[in-house]
T-cell receptor, first 114, second 112 residues
Framework: AQSVSQHNHHVILSEAASLELGCNYS??????LFWYVQYPGQHLQLLLK??????LVKGIKGFEAEFIKSKFSFNLRKPSVQWSDTAEYFC????????????FGTGTRLKVLA | ETGVTQSPTHLIKTRGQQVTLRCSSQ?????VSWYQQALGQGPQFIFQ???????GRGNFPPRFSGLQFPNYSSELNVNALELDDSALYLC???????????FGPGTRLTVL
């Protein structure tokens, strides 16, 4: 069965620190990959997505993610975090175009200290 | 462009009752998915509707059912509520299955 693992459940960083959140998935075929963010009191919103092409994708607010097919990973990165990045981050996988089912990870709570 | 809206915001029910949650999809979107998000967990896929037909289903019992209307809005119905049904129910719309989904704010259901 498909699954998505986010290994970091809680992360605390100081402002200006670099961020990397891990995401691994189990599915052997073509996948679409997503990172969603949920800021306090707000609903889930898309941070970035990968469908095909350049495995390094850039999203909003300076976030980027790299798809490494051989490692089944799609890690999220940001060179310098800000207090406003405090949020919960979810990695999600969809098994290819036209497939209905999305699998979400359990989320990573990021707290950035000012 | 209007985003995804859900109603009601909060709901309290007792065990054994039935509940209907509603979702209006984003303008132009023909696909709606429903998720259950328990506290401390990621969203769990319930089912998806594409052009008024159920397009796929997750591991939820038949007492979870849904509808999609010609304007692509949708309902989630849960019969015979159980305590474990207490969760945030999220609706997400997209243009066709497999594409980027846009989420609504959710309905918080509490079952007593």
């Amino acid at each position: 069965a498909q699954s998505v693992s986010q290994h970091n459940h809680h992360v605390i960083l100081s402002e200006a620190a670099s961020l990397e959140l891990g995401c691994n998935y189990s599915y052997g075929g073509t996948v679409n990959l997503f990172w969603y963010v949920q800021y306090p009191g707000q609903h889930l919103q898309l941070l970035l997505k990968y469908f095909s092409g350049d495995p390094l994708v850039k999203g909003i607010k300076g976030f980027e993610a790299e798809f490494i097919k051989s490692k089944f990973s799609f890690n999220l990165r940001k060179p310098s975090v800000q207090w406003s990045d405090t949020a919960e981050y979810f990695c999600a996988v969809n098994a290819g175009a036209g497939t209905y089912k999305y699998i979400f990870g359990t989320g990573t709570r990021l707290k950035v200290l000012a | 462009e209007t985003g995804v809206t859900q109603s009601p915001t909060h709901l309290i029910k007792t065990r054994g009752q039935q509940v209907t949650l509603r979702c209006s999809s984003q303008s132009g979107h023909n696909t709606v998915s429903w998720y259950q998000q328990a506290l401390g967990q990621g969203p769990q896929f319930i089912f998806q509707y594409y052009r008024e037909e159920e397009n796929g289903r997750g591991n939820f019992p038949p007492r979870f059912s849904g509808l999609q209307f010609p304007n692509y809005s949708s309902e989630l119905n849960v019969n015979a509520l159980e305590l474990d049904d207490s969760a945030l129910y999220l609706c997400a719309s997209s243009l066709d299955a497999g594409n980027e989904q846009f989420f609504g704010p959710g309905t918080r259901l509490t079952v007593l």
